[in-house]
């Protein structure tokens, strides 16, 4: 394996200028940039990951995106401790990171770097170590960075807060590829090598070449693979390729049709079903026709140049021992380089404290809560024997009271899940009231009531809680013609209900006026409508509200000037004659003190009653 030494200090002058080449990064911002390199196909490359304009991290959970022909070695925070020379640095500084651990993922290509306290330093965060496979083209391949699925975010600093950067991406330059026959075509397959595990998958890619670059048609080639560690499982692309199983051990894949571009061709998944020494088992390209649709009638398809005719698939079954506490659940094993995961139990319902230790040491701060009631240890971690533990405590929920009787309930602004919730309602003289519930939406009836105090199960308390308290008078109301107009009537209307001190009804948002003589509280309304729709219509416009009560005179001073004489007579014989057809200048109580012996009518009888008081 040639590494490319020189090329390494060149290498970091492109990474350093790549955010310059940028304009949509600004030139403040966090960035996080993958460095660039030029290379053949065969080499191994080194190149930086930095941190520009950094405001303090403690962790970075950073997926890689490494294409077909580039296979990720490696990634290292010293590169003079990785360097086999024993201190050369090939133009590198060593990594400005190193106090924290960095966790490479080699099989899911991941890397996770976490410390104790938040790093503000300007520099390399690790460098990724890269082979290019021999049977990579000349062209660019993008090396890429982005948030792992199974983190809450890609950076964070010590207090757990998100923080965000700017991603460049690198590339890889391969300027002299394979060498290739001068007509026809090649083939290669790719990684070089990959790790994985019983159960999981391993996948390969076939690449068609041309030093003409001209496009194929035709395809047969067929691979070979040991049956006893792996099973083929899937090819990609399937539209166009008819797969044929073949003989133990073998898959073939042909197709035909138009143009098909050279370059990476066929990824075909293989299912890892048991574990390989160090060395790995091969998948190998047993044989590759390819051509073009200009030779259909002149020949048989030919025999293709193999580049790189085989791959090696290390399969391991290494596991670690779990353990789980109270009110978790999940695997008893654990496969280093394959995320753990596991759940809580009602996890709608409780709040969970956890303990999560690896080999004895903490890594609770890279525990992914999926926010589904399950947890996820990132692959990256699970590197020992994991001891899960859980304290929980119920779910706080919200309560909120509405209605017009709201306010003569007294409970607590929140509830607890499994701790009853109970509230007071204090009713107030003359109203009857209306309780009702919903529970995350939905009506619930299933609280109790003991005199004055409802109570709501713990176990019930599952959701946001709104309590509908209506009140409503409990009023008595009576409305009878009192003086008739000319195509219209004077109607009286009588309300009674057992108010408390202090309060009395209003009428439209008037006040209405206590008389003794109906023992209810009376109104006067002129309308051309029926009594019928009048109480209807009252009933509707009749509430309480807080004052000092008002009481209609019946001792005869009808107009009010504190004297009883005859204009007082005179005023009364004026109402039952219709002089009066609205409330502007004779008010509504002089109407009400003229029904002198509360027959809840004005006439004569009124007016006779009144002469008498003069007497």
């Known amino acids: 394996m040639r590494i490319k030494r020189i090329l390494l200090s060149t290498v970091l002058t492109i990474a350093m200028m790549v955010p310059f080449a940028i304009p949509a990064i600004a030139a403040d911002e966090p960035t996080l940039t993958v460095g660039s390199a030029e290379a053949q196909a065969g080499d191994r490359v080194i190149i930086p990951v930095t941190v520009a304009n950094n405001p303090g991290i403690a962790a970075a959970n950073i997926q890689l995106s490494v294409p077909a022909g580039i296979t990720l070695v490696d990634a290292v925070a010293d590169w003079e401790e990785y360097n086999e020379d024993n201190g050369t640095t090939y133009g590198y500084a060593n990594g400005v990171f190193r106090t924290g651990n960095l966790v490479v993922g080699v099989a899911e290509k991941r890397v996770v770097w976490a410390n104790t306290s938040n790093r503000t330093t300007n520099g390399h965060l690790f460098y990724l170590i890269l082979d290019v496979s021999p049977g990579a083209m000349t062209g660019n391949y993008t090396i890429s960075t982005s948030k792992i699925s199974t983190a809450g975010t890609m950076f964070n600093n010590v207090e757990q807060t998100g923080v965000v950067m700017d991603l460049v991406s690198g590339t890889i330059t391969v300027t002299s ?62 539209s166009g390729v008819t797969v044929f199983p073949g003989v133990a051990g073998e898959v073939r894949f042909t197709g035909y049709g138009a143009n098909k571009s050279i370059g990476p061709f066929l990824d075909v998944t293989f299912n890892a079903i048991d574990t390989t020494t160090s060395t790995g088992t091969t998948v190998a390209i047993e044989s ?50 394959q995320p753990y995961t596991f ?83 204090t009713k107030a003289s003359g109203y009857s009231y209306v309780v009702t519930m919903t529970i995350g939406g939905e009506a619930y009836t299933g609280y109790s009531v003991d005199a004055n105090t409802y109570t709501i199960p713990g176990a019930d308390v599952l959701d946001d809680i709104v309590i509908t308290v209506n009140k409503t008078l409990d009023l008595s109301v009576s409305v009878d013609p009192y003086i008739n107009l000319d195509g219209k009537t004077i109607f009286l209307v009588t309300a009674y209900v057992e108010l408390g001190s ?66 007082d007579t005179q005023l009364v014989y004026n109402m039952y004659n219709a002089m009066y057809d609205d409330f502007n200048s004779v008010t509504i109580l002089m109407f009400l003190c003229a029904d002198m012996n509360t027959d809840k009518t004005v006439n004569v009888q009124d007016a006779q009653a009144v002469v008498a008081k003069l007497f």
């Open 177 to 238: 590829g394979p060498s290739l026959p001068d007509t026809g075509y090649a083939v290669s397959i790719s990684p070089d090598q990959q790790n994985t595990f019983v159960g999981t998958t391993a996948e390969v890619t076939i690449a068609v070449l041309s030093a003409a670059e001209a496009p194929f048609n035709a395809f047969d080639i067929t691979l070979s693979f040991d049956q006893n560690k792996l099973t083929y499982s899937s090819v990609s692309p399937s």
């Open 288 to 337: 590759a026709k390819i051509d073009e649709q200009a030779n259909a009638y002149i020949q048989d398809a030919p025999d293709a140049v193999l580049i790189v005719s085989s791959v090696t698939v290390v399969i391991d079954e290494t596991y670690y021992n779990v353990s789980l506490g109270s009110f978790l659940t999940g695997p008893s094993k654990a496969f280093p380089g």
């Open 343 to 425: 759940s809580v139990d009602n996890y709608t319902n409780y709040d969970y404290t956890l303990t999560v230790l690896v080999g004895g040491s903490s890594v609770l701060a890279n525990v992914i809560n999926n926010g589904d009631g399950t947890y996820t240890i990132p692959a990256t971690y699970v590197t020992g024997d994991i001891d899960i533990t859980a304290t929980r405590t119920g779910k706080s929920r919200t309560v909120t009271f509405a209605g017009t009787g709201a306010g003569d309930a007294t409970g607590a602004a929140t509830a607890t899940y499994g701790t009853d919730y109970s509230f007071t309602l």
């Open 502 to 567: 202090g309060s009395v009804l209003q009428y439209a948002g008037a006040k209405m006026y206590w008389s003794e003589g109906y023992d209810a509280f009376a109104y006067l309304v002129i309308s051309t409508d029926s009594a019928e729709n009048v109480k209807t219509e009252a009933e509707g416009n009749i509430t309480a509200t807080t004052g000092t009560t008002i009481t209609v005179d019946y001792s005869g001073d009808v107009n009010g000037t504190g004297l009883v004489d005859i204009n």
